[in-house]
């Protein structure tokens, strides 16, 4: 079995509503193929010559895909925008409104997924997965999760040696401040999202299990699964403060348990990669945060093991 064979085996649709009126962000469709969300966008700010906080979007998309997502920009005129030009990006104007788009402001995805090299057809069914965090939350070497575990930790050295960031003296903040604000997020969530899967992985019977942060109450059967984890870890939930780097506190939220699979359907044909074995294309929709490879490691898990 394989997935993301080419970018165009991975199709992702986001779906919003957007504030529409009048108002000094202009809302644009940003395609994408070969990029990641950040990498995009900050090309674009570095082209239009404003901070990086300047552009809004709702959603990370993954690199290896085509992907369609909205994206907000401040107080730049449309017609600088129309002249920013990047190889399997485009922009499209979609109007203007009084709101950034942050993240969350989406309300689901759609998808289309081709898998191939498989060695037969059979029937497939689906209507719900366990929400867990898949591999790409974590980055292509896994090494996110040690630079959020070192963030959390005030292990500032650690994370910029992780990194492999230049850093004068002892200045290891200076250093980490370099990189933008969201990235850096992004490792220290990565981290919550692994003790998140850890805990999720052991439970069934409840509806949501939290993304802990310093204001998290951890209670029940959940909360001790966290406690024993945090101390194997060397966490303690004062730790999500990031005193030294206040920016990045995370408070906590919850994810649902489980999500449902909406919209779903298939077709299979010959595979023309493979000769002799087959493709399957797959459409669905997912609430936000899901990750459609959990559906195909599901409908799949005989050829995942």
């Known amino acids: 079995?394989?997935?993301?064979?080419?970018?165009?085996?991975?199709?992702?649709?986001?779906?919003?509503?957007?504030?529409?009126?009048k108002g000094k962000y202009d809302y644009y469709l940003l395609q994408k193929k070969g990029w990641t969300t950040l990498g995009a966008v900050k090309r674009l700010a570095d082209f239009l010559q404003i901070p990086l906080k300047d552009i809004g979007f709702a959603?990370?998309?993954?690199?290896?895909?085509?992907?369609?997502?909205?994206?907000?920009?401040?107080?730049?005129?449309?017609?600088?925008?129309?002249?920013?030009?990047?190889?399997?990006?485009?922009?499209?104007y979609q109007g203007s409104g009084d709101k950034r788009l942050r993240l969350g402001d989406l309300e689901a995805n759609t998808f289309d997924i081709i898998v191939r090299d498989?060695?037969?057809r059979k029937a497939l069914s689906i209507t719900k997965i366990k929400n867990l965090f898949d591999d790409q939350r974590f980055g292509v070497e896994k090494n996110n999760v040690p630079v959020g575990k070192a963030l959390i930790q005030g292990r500032f050295k650690d994370a910029c040696d992780l990194?492999?960031?230049p850093y004068d003296g002892k200045d290891y903040l200076k250093a980490l401040r370099n990189i933008p604000k969201r990235l850096l997020r992004l490792y220290?969530?990565?981290?919550?999202?692994?003790?998140?899967?850890?805990?999720?992985?052991?439970?069934?019977?409840?509806e949501?299990?939290?993304?802990?942060?310093?204001l998290t109450e951890l209670t029940g059967k959940v909360g001790t699964l966290y406690k024993t984890l945090l101390k194997k870890e060397g966490i303690n939930q004062e730790d999500f403060l990031l005193k030294s780097m206040p920016e990045l506190l995370y408070e906590g939220d919850a994810r649902p348990l489980y999500v449902t699979v909406k919209d779903f359907s298939?077709?299979?044909?010959?595979?023309?990669?493979?000769p002799m074995h087959f493709k399957c294309l797959l459409h669905f929709e997912l609430q936000k945060g899901a990750y459609a490879?959990?559906?195909?490691?599901?409908?799949?898990?005989?050829l995942t093991k």
């Open 118 to 120: 498989l060695p037969e």
């Open 188 to 206: 220290v969530s990565s981290y919550q999202s692994y003790l998140w899967n850890t805990v999720a992985d052991k439970v069934e019977d409840v």
């Open 163 to 165: 990194l492999q960031l």
């Open 266 to 274: 298939y077709t299979y044909a010959e595979d023309e990669l493979h």
């Open 293 to 302: 490879t959990m559906v195909v490691k599901q409908l799949f898990s005989d």
């Open 59 to 92: 959603g990370n998309k993954d690199k290896q895909a085509v992907t369609t997502q909205f994206i907000s920009i401040f107080g730049v005129s449309r017609k600088k925008v129309e002249q920013f030009s990047l190889s399997d990006v485009t922009l499209t």
């Open 208 to 214: 949501t299990v939290p993304l802990v942060g310093f």
């Open 1 to 21: 079995m394989q997935i993301k064979t080419l970018p165009e085996d991975f199709v992702v649709r986001e779906v919003a509503q957007l504030p529409l009126g």
